[in-house]
Nanobody
Framework: VQLVESGGGLVRARGSLKLSCAAS????????MGWYRQAPGKQRELVAT???????NYADSVKGRFTISRDNGKNTVYLQMNNLKPEDTGVYYC???????????????WGQGTLVTVSA
């Protein structure tokens, strides 16, 4: 299974962006999906997660501004980001848990990341 993110770019503060992450390959079942970000010189941190049933969880720093959603039929997760701030700048990574029938276990899969830059 591979994850490919898209939608990053340069935006001014208070602007909006929508990220997408599509899973492809030999997909049997995908469980939780989420978005993480890593700012320059900082550790990767959780932004938001969503279960296959639609339950969501957000970092306090993005609550009320970001919305995570998914389309299970398309194996795609989205992150709508509104009222962006310069401190939201970073590489945004998608993560998913995919069940491997060959290994008979859940595998953690990461995308390659997409850069979001928010200017003041």
């Amino acid at each position: 299974v591979q994850l490919v993110e898209s939608g990053g770019g340069l935006v001014r503060a208070r602007g909006s962006l929508k990220l997408s992450c599509a899973a492809s390959g030999s997909i049997f079942r995908i469980n939780d999906m989420g978005w993480y970000r890593q700012a320059p010189g900082k550790q990767r941190e959780l932004v938001a997660t969503i279960t296959d049933g639609g339950s969501t969880n957000y970092a306090d720093s993005v609550k009320g501004r970001f919305t995570i959603s998914r389309d299970n039929g398309k194996n795609t997760v989205y992150l709508q980001m509104n009222n962006l701030k310069p401190e939201d700048t970073g590489v945004y990574y998608c993560k998913a848990y995919s069940f491997s029938r060959g290994a008979s276990r859940w595998l953690e899969v990461w995308g390659q990341g997409t850069l979001v830059t928010v200017s003041a």
